[in-house]
């Protein structure tokens, strides 16, 4: 179940996914599938970069570093 769906029974995504289903409209359900994942991005980069505005103390690991630490860890 789609969280859009889930949400939506004030007019927003979730509606436009599940008037896609009633009336069996896969432009619709694409639209809203789309609509959400895009909204879903762009409300996580705006946390991360809320997340590393207020906490600059953090250390902001890599992929690469994390890797390493991991395939350590894993050798022990």
């Given at each position: 179940?789609?969280?859009?769906?889930?949400?939506?029974n004030?007019?927003a995504?979730?509606?436009?996914?599940?008037?896609?289903?009633?009336?069996?409209?896969?432009?619709l359900?694409?639209?809203?599938?789309?609509?959400?994942?895009v909204?879903?991005?762009?409300?996580?980069?705006?946390?991360?970069?809320?997340?590393?505005?207020?906490?600059?103390?953090m250390?902001?690991?890599?992929?690469?570093?994390?890797?390493?630490?991991?395939?350590?860890?894993?050798?022990?």
């Open positions: 179940v789609s969280v859009g769906m889930l949400i939506g004030a007019g995504l979730g509606n436009l996914l599940n008037s896609g289903m009633i009336y069996h409209q896969p432009r359900v694409w639209l809203s599938v789309i609509g959400t994942a909204l879903a991005l762009l409300v996580d980069a705006a946390l991360i970069g809320l997340r590393v505005l207020l906490t600059p103390w250390p902001r690991g890599t992929r690469k570093n994390a890797r390493t630490l991991a395939v350590k860890e894993a050798a022990r």
